[in-house]
T-cell receptor, first 116, second 115 residues
Framework: GAGVSQSPRYKVAKRGQDVALRCDPISGHVSLFWYQQALGQGPEFLTYFQNEAQLDKSGLPSDRFFAERPEGSVSTLKIQRTQQEDSAVYLC??????????????FGPGTRLTVL | AQSVTQLDSQVPVFEEAPVELRCNYSSSVSVYLFWYVQYPNQGLQLLLKYLSGSTLVESINGFEAEFNKSQTSFHLRKPSVHISDTAEYFCAVSDFGSSASKIIFGSGTRLSIRP
């Protein structure tokens, strides 16, 4: 079956522009995660959804970052008034969320955002 | 709070030589442990994981890692590397027993294989 897909794969924005990054999780996966991977670093957690509910947004770096998953499937990460420090690869991951044990997170290919 | 430390940012080795990528973690709770691999121009893939049971876990391409609770380590090893192992490797942890938990990643180790 299809894996996690993300679009666009590459995005170049001028400083101050708003951007929207899309994630299509694996069909039937309940949990969805967003991570930010700066150049030369490991991914860092941004936010987590269980179905349409955003249960953890502790990793969002500022109020310019906003994520939604209105129907519990596709998710969008929006960054308002982009800054150069927002340049990174944004990774989406999804998992089944079966109770009582480990649920593997499957990662998408990422969206590389470059802010000029 | 959990954290992961990968002591080596880059490890160059010759083909067919052994390699060890070091990883130490800190956590106040029990954790799952992972190694992820990111090949050039590809997405993040799970290489192997420790959930419970045997402390030695293996991947299908010859890597192994051993969970050492007393040293809070999860080093990755391979007895003989191949050119195709060239990639960035990330050690990671997440909360044990939580059905959906964020993953905390180390900063990565770039493995470069010389012919």
């Amino acid at each position: 079956g299809a894996g996690v897909s993300q679009s666009p794969r590459y995005k170049v924005a001028k400083r101050g522009q708003d951007v929207a990054l899309r994630c299509d999780p694996i069909s039937g996966h309940v949990s969805l995660f967003w991570y930010q991977q700066a150049l030369g670093q490991g991914p860092e957690f941004l936010t987590y959804f269980q179905n349409e509910a955003q249960l953890d947004k502790s990793g969002l770096p500022s109020d310019r970052f906003f994520a939604e998953r209105p129907e519990g499937s596709v998710s969008t990460l929006k960054i308002q008034r982009t800054q150069q420090e927002d340049s990174a690869v944004y990774l989406c991951a999804s998992s089944l969320d079966r109770s009582g044990g480990y649920n593997e997170q499957f990662f998408g290919p990422g969206t590389r955002l470059t802010v000029l | 709070a959990q954290s992961v430390t990968q002591l080596d940012s880059q490890v160059p080795v010759f083909e067919e030589a052994p390699v060890e990528l070091r990883c130490n973690y800190s956590s106040s709770v029990s954790v799952y442990l992972f190694w992820y691999v990111q090949y050039p121009n590809q997405g993040l893939q799970l290489l192997l994981k420790y959930l419970s049971g045997s402390t030695l876990v293996e991947s299908i391409n010859g890597f192994e890692a051993e969970f050492n609770k007393s040293q809070t380590s999860f080093h990755l090893r391979k007895p003989s590397v191949h050119i195709s192992d060239t990639a960035e490797y990330f050690c990671a942890v997440s909360d044990f027993g939580s059905s959906a938990s964020k993953i905390i990643f180390g900063s990565g180790t770039r493995l470069s294989i010389r012919p």
